[in-house]
Nanobody, 123 residues
Framework: VQLVESGGGLVQPGGSLRPSCDVSGFSFDDYAIAWFRQVPEKEREGVAVISSSDSVTEYADSVKGRFTISFDDTKTTVYLQMKSLKPEDTAVYYC?????????????????WGQGTQVTVSS
């Protein structure tokens, strides 16, 4: 049972990236999947979450209108489309689930984390 992120990298301000999260070992038909991010010496911050049952989404205010969370037709990969990136978006991005179909961005409720992928926004 694991979540594996990929697709991070270095991008200039104003650019775009689309990290992905591959789900293996379980079906997230009954779970919401979320993206969090963390910078050194700060708490992990919820970015976006998507319900597997009805595709309803929720976003942190800091990314609304710029980031979009989605999953593929087979529900084995979750994407985070990031546009108009800013230097303050620089962080390690993690996908996660709390093993429930709940739209919540609280890291204390998470039951499974991926290993993270680095996103750096810099000129």
């Amino acid at each position: 049972v694991q979540l594996v992120e990929s697709g991070g990298g270095l991008v200039q301000p104003g650019g775009s990236l689309r990290p992905s999260c591959d789900v293996s070992g379980f079906s997230f038909d009954d779970y919401a999947i979320a993206w969090f991010r963390q910078v050194p010496e700060k708490e992990r911050e919820g970015v976006a979450v998507i319900s597997s049952s009805d595709s309803v989404t929720e976003y942190a205010d800091s990314v609304k209108g710029r980031f979009t969370i989605s999953f593929d037709d087979t529900k084995t990969t979750v994407y985070l489309q990031m546009k108009s990136l800013k230097p303050e978006d620089t962080a390690v991005y993690y996908c996660a689930t709390e093993y429930a179909d709940v739209l919540r961005l609280d890291p204390t409720d998470i039951g499974l984390w991926g290993q993270g992928t680095q996103v750096t926004v810099s000129s």
